[in-house]
């Protein structure tokens, strides 16, 4: 578990295909590697990564075909940037949400425009997602624990302030940019536990209005 705040800028150093999937290594810049053992989980980029060899500034992990076809990893190449946090502790302060570091779809920038001294990002989700997506809600982007200030169908805004974008990648953002979305926890918990008995049967889709009309959550 993570909390999505980021702790380093870290890099790509290498990418190297490996009997199907590919390996990485990430030189982790600043972020304190001395408690950090084999097997220990880091986010990249929001993606929960296991390190299997510890060099000394940074690590390597394998990431496997499905993290490669469900995140944005793919757009990765050496040298690019990527935000870093080591997994949660129970001492750790919990100074953003809950988050798994299991990426649930790709988003994309479609806009960012000045907002005083702060950056506003319009942010299109994959349809699937949008029902996941409050307004004034928790959603983690690229590994980053981010207040979402409005939503239009699958669109959201963030309005990020100057100490995030210079501690984050989100700095680098332009319209185009292909970005890792991990929801709240608690939205895909509440949607299962709401299923009910039908959680249990094959293909159970989620929440639909007929659903909910059934159950009578939703009135004429």
């Known amino acids: 578990m993570f909390t999505g705040i980021i702790e380093s800028i870290g890099s790509i150093r290498a ?4 009997g199907g999937d590919v390996r990485v290594y990430v030189a982790t810049g600043k972020l304190d590697l001395g408690d950090v053992k084999l097997g220990d989980s880091i986010a990249v980029n929001g993606v929960c990564l296991t390190a299997v060899e510890l ?3 940074g690590f390597w992990a394998d990431v496997s075909r499905e993290t ?4 944005a990893f793919i757009d990765l190449k050496p040298g690019s940037p990527v935000n870093l946090e080591k997994a949660l502790t129970p001492s750790s302060r919990l100074g953003g949400h809950l988050v798994s570091g299991h990426v649930d779809g790709i988003g994309e920038v479609i806009a960012r425009a000045d907002n005083a001294r702060a950056v506003q990002f319009t942010i299109r989700a994959p349809r699937e997602l949008a029902k996941y997506i409050a307004h004034k809600g928790s959603i983690t982007v690229d590994g980053t624990s981010l207040t979402v200030n409005s939503v239009n169908g699958a669109e959201f805004e963030l309005t990020i302030v100057p100490h995030t974008l210079a501690q984050t ?3 680098d953002y332009r319209p185009g940019r292909q970005v ?4 709240d ?3 895909r918990y509440l949607e299962r ?3 009910g008995d039908k959680a249990a049967e094959p293909n159970a889709s989620g929440l639909t209005e007929s659903f909910l009309a059934e159950h ?3 009135k004429n």
């Not at 490669?68 to 995140?71: I, K, S």
């Not at 890792?180 to 929801?183: D, S, T």
């Open 15 to 18: 990418l190297t295909p490996k």
């Open 55 to 57: 060099p000394g500034d």
């Open 68 to 71: 490669l076809a469900r995140t």
């Open 169 to 171: 990648i989100m700095v």
């Open 180 to 183: 890792n979305l991990e929801v």
């Open 185 to 187: 926890l608690l939205a």
């Open 193 to 195: 536990l709401l299923l």
């Open 216 to 218: 009578g959550y939703l």
